[in-house]
């Protein structure tokens, strides 16, 4: 089988398992986000923006970080380009993938971003991200100043992969990840 062919049937799997999980399953991830993203305050003091994402259908909902974080929000542009900006009051607008972002600054770049957190359909013990499939995170990890800032997957316990998720040569892996009963950093 192919490696696409492979990654779509991971990403069925992965969907109706993530559809699966209960609102308090992903309250309680967002809680340990929380706690990890303290901690990390904690340790290295002075930071810069924390990176989440508009959540999809059923994914982890992140937002509430804004009330304690500076937030950056990603923006995704013509060939595969993902761009971060700052998360401010104004008006979002949707991206060519109609996802909710801003556009209303100059992107920030990797020395303004401290950390990434990026949803996850399904994630392996060797941080193997299965994502929709768009590439918008590879491409942009795919830089060395990117690929240097944490990017840690936010996902389900149920979601987590027992056997090593298809790997292509463009994957690159996560930093780490968490569930609502782990921690993995």
Known sequence: MKIFENKKLERDKFKKLRDGASSNQRENVEKNVRLYVDSFVKEYKRIGYIAIYWPLKNEV???????????????????????FY?????????????????????????????MILVPCLSV?????????????FDKLRKDNDWRNVSCIGVLTSNCVSTIPLTRAEWDIPLSGFITEKEIFV
């Open 124 to 136: 392996d013990k060797n941080l193997t991200r299965l994502g929709y499939g768009g590439g918008y």
């Open 86 to 114: 700052p998360w401010d009051e104004k008006p979002l607008t949707k991206d060519c993938e109609g996802i909710l972002s801003p556009i209303n600054s100059s992107p920030l770049s990797h020395l303004q971003i401290s």
């Open 61 to 83: 909902d992140l937002r509430r970080l804004k009330k304690k974080f500076t937030l950056a929000l990603p923006r995704c542009k013509a060939k595969k380009e993902l761009l």
